[in-house]
Every structure is written in C-alpha cells, then in structure tokens.
C-alpha cells in the first residue's frame, strides 16, 4: 500500500506522487501514467484516489521548476555546459546545466542527467551575443563564477562566452568536440565532388524505392539540422548494401531478383572507394568523441587519445583528420590546470533536449508549452526527498507565474484562439 502522508498542505501522498512522475520520466504519457494507476488499483486493492493527468503534469512542472529556482552551492570549480533548443515557432530557449568538477563521474564514466544541475532555462524569440551574455551574467549568482564553460561554437553562444570572459578571466571555453568533429567533416565533405553526387543518387534511390518490395533497403532519410554529425547511419546503410551487391544472401533474394538489385542499387559500386574512405574519417570521429565523453579534457588527453586512435591509416586523409582532432584536443588540454579534468562535450544535454521532445510527445510540434518549466524534472532522481523538498519549495502559483513571464502564449495557444470562431461555426 502507498503511503499516504502528503507533502507540506498537498493532498496527495508522496508515495503517490513519486510513482505517477517515475511512471512519466520512464517514457509514458501523462494520460497513460494516470491509466496504469489505475490499473494497479484495481488489481492490488488500492483504496485511494487516482490522481487526473493535469495534476500530474503539475507535479512534473512543480518538480522542475524548484530544480530550477532551489540555491545551489556557490564554488569556483562549476563547469557550464550551454545550449540552444529549437522547436517551431521563433523561440529558442537557452539552457546551462551544470556539475562541479570535483562531482565528474570518475574516468571511463559518462556524464548521465543526474549529475548535472539547472542552472538557467531562458526562452526567447532571438539571440545576440549580448543578450547570451547577459544571461551568463545573470546566473552567477546562483554558482558563483564558473570555471568554464562548454558550447558548440554557434555564433552567439561563442560570442556571447567571449563578452562574459571579458568580465571573467577565469572562465576557460571548451568547444564541444562533437560539433567541431562535424566541422571538420563538413570542411572535406561540402567541397568533395563524389560525395555530392553520392546524395543525388541517394536521394533518387529513396523515392524510387521505398514503395516498391526493396523498402527494407531504403535510405536513411538524411537529418535537416546538424547532418555532418549524423553520417554515420548514412555509411553503414552504403557498405551493407554493397555487401549485399557483392554476394546477395539467400533471404534476400526470396524477396527480390539480383536484377532488380543491380538495376535499382548497383549505382553504389562505383562510390565503393570513397564509402571506404569516408567510413574511416567516421571511425576516427567516433573514437575520439567517445574518448572525450568518457574521460573528460586534460593536459595529458591528446596522448592517450592518440593510443587509443588507429595505428595505421588505409588514407592519407584519414591519418590527417586524426592528426587535427589530436591537435585540438591539445589545445584544449592546455586551459587545464595540473591534474584538471573538464567535461569536453554538451552531448548530455543535447541529450537532454530529445528526453523533453518525448516527454511532450505531440505537443512539440507546437512550440514550448508550459511544459518547458518541467526540464528540470529529467535532471533529478525521484525520490521522497527531493520530491517532499520540491513540493514544499515550488507552489502551482510559482509555476503558473514562471510561466507568464517567460512563455506568454505558446504557438498552440495562438492556434487554438485563432481557430475559436471556426470550431463553433455551424454553417
């Protein structure tokens, strides 16, 4: 049996509560969080009441906002990681999430949501460099001057660093070694001839097979935003299909002739070089940005890197792109003190970012809603404390005020005002 003390004046138990928003951070709906408990009443003898939806979508907003607005310890060792967010509409809200640097997870360990902390959540129409400044400004008091902070580089976030490193010498910058890794990508791939016309044909043989029996060897459909951090699907689609063309599995050909094979995707044989080649630019990649994510920046990075990295290169081109990969983490080392260790890459709060698409399920379709005010909640282990604590911190009004200040009114609402007339309308 759930307990049934409730927290502060709140008219549910915490046991209640702690259950509906575990069932939501595991990936169910607000709905169908409310649905199970129902269920298990049921079927266990439960006497008490079923929490509706909206209560729980409270809760979940209650709980971010006290991770957003509760003091945190002011020190000199916090390290920063900022980002931008983007759904429909003109928004793009600014996050920094941050970890102290003696709390890093020991080497050899990811950065998980847990370890990181919110610090700031800001939603606006557009960004300057100024305005990311000021907002970096605006969140030292609740840290203290951080050590440094981590970005990927855009325009504003990198010149916004610069103004706030102007009035704070100390903070170091490191550039997130995923997005310079795409850099670098990008820097050979836009200008090479045979990887434009290996997208053309990519793109021709998605439409001219993804109705036809050869659906299951379709094309991944390439990613609008940040596509030369997402190669990777793209090159192991072209080597498995050459497989396939070199010697056609037998499970295979029960669903297709060879002929078709050839006539539909034998266009990949003339590229099977340059996928080789590309393949192994992709390989050094993803070595050394799984280095950095697990074993952080330090002086002494780039060495054990570089053990870690290809003896050998089948490329000419490929033992180049190592050796600029080695060269910038070098240069980032070299902002590390003696026996420093920073975090050297925002892919936890990118990741972050798909966790509160899933969340909001349809609804991020639809710009930020209220529901941005619950980032928080993915940053916390739901427990009876932090959920008694939160509950006791942040009150409905608290949220629904944040709301007001920072959201006013979201796309969906715009939608559902303009279109009002016409859902009563009876001609």
């Known amino acids: 049996m759930l307990d049934d003390d409730p927290p502060g004046e709140h008219g549910y138990g915490v046991d209640l509560i702690v259950l509906f928003l575990r069932l939501v951070m595991s990936g169910i709906s607000l709905r169908g969080s409310m649905?199970?408990?129902?269920?298990?009443?049921?079927?266990?003898?439960?006497?008490?009441?079923?929490?509706?939806?909206?209560?729980?979508?409270?809760?979940?907003?209650?709980?971010g906002h006290a991770?957003?607005?509760?003091?945190?310890?002011?020190a000199n060792d916090w390290a920063w990681l900022i980002d931008h967010s983007v759904q429909i509409g003109q928004e793009k809200c600014l996050v920094i999430l941050g970890i102290r640097l003696r709390d890093?997870?020991?080497?050899?360990?990811?950065?998980?949501?847990?370890?990181l902390r919110l610090i700031a959540l800001v939603p606006r129409t557009s960004w300057t460099r100024q305005e990311v400044a000021e907002v970096l400004e605006a969140a030292v008091p609740r840290t203290g001057v951080p050590r440094l902070i981590v970005d990927d580089h855009g325009v504003d976030l990198h010149g916004g660093v610069e103004i706030f490193q102007q009035q704070h010498r100390c903070t170091?910058?490191?550039?997130?070694?995923?997005?310079?890794?795409?850099?670098?990508?990008?820097?050979r791939l836009e200008k090479d001839l045979r990887w434009q016309a290996f997208q053309r044909h990519v793109g021709t043989?998605?439409?001219?097979?993804?109705?036809?029996?050869?659906?299951?060897?379709?094309?991944?459909s390439p990613k609008p935003k940040a596509r030369f951090m997402n190669l990777q699907s793209q090159l192991e689609w072209a080597e498995g299909v050459l497989d396939i063309l070199r010697e056609p599995p037998a499970e295979v050909l029960q669903w297709v002739t060879g002929e078709r094979l050839q006539a539909k995707?034998?266009?990949?044989?003339?590229f099977a070089a340059p996928v080789a080649e590309w393949s192994h630019w992709q390989q050094v990649v993803n070595i050394s940005v799984e280095h950095v994510n697990r074993y952080g920046i330090r002086r002494s990075t780039h060495k054990e890197l570089k053990q870690v990295l290809p003896r050998r290169y089948a490329h000419k081109s490929t033992k180049k792109l190592a050796q600029e990969l080695l060269d910038f983490v070098a240069a980032q080392g070299q902002q590390a003190k003696p026996g420093e260790r920073f975090p050297g890459s925002t892919e936890v709060l990118e990741?972050?970012?798909?966790?509160?698409?899933?969340?909001?399920?349809?609804?991020?379709?639809?710009?930020?809603t209220t529901l941005l005010v619950s980032f928080g909640a993915m940053l916390t282990d739901i427990t009876r404390q932090t959920v008694?604590?939160?509950?006791?911190?942040?009150?409905?009004?608290?949220?629904?005020?944040?709301?007001?200040?920072?959201?006013g009114t979201t796309v969906f609402g715009k939608r559902r005002l303009a279109f009002a007339d016409g859902a009563t309308n009876t001609r």
């Open 35 to 63: 649905r199970v408990l129902e269920i298990h009443a049921q079927a266990f003898g439960w006497s008490l009441e079923i929490p509706h939806w909206s209560t729980g979508r409270l809760w979940l907003m209650r709980l």
């Open 265 to 270: 995707l034998g266009w990949l044989k003339q």
């Open 351 to 368: 990741s972050c970012f798909g966790k509160m698409k899933v969340l909001e399920k349809q609804q991020s379709r639809g710009g930020f």
């Open 67 to 74: 991770m957003l607005t509760m003091p945190l310890p002011q």
């Open 388 to 407: 008694n604590a939160a509950m006791k911190h942040t009150k409905t009004q608290d949220v629904y005020q944040w709301c007001k200040e920072h959201l």
């Open 172 to 187: 170091k910058e490191v550039y997130d070694i995923k997005h310079k890794a795409a850099c670098l990508l990008k820097q």
């Open 104 to 115: 890093l997870p020991p080497a050899g360990e990811c950065l998980q949501h847990q370890d």
């Open 205 to 220: 043989t998605r439409c001219a097979v993804q109705q036809t029996e050869m659906a299951f060897l379709v094309p991944p």
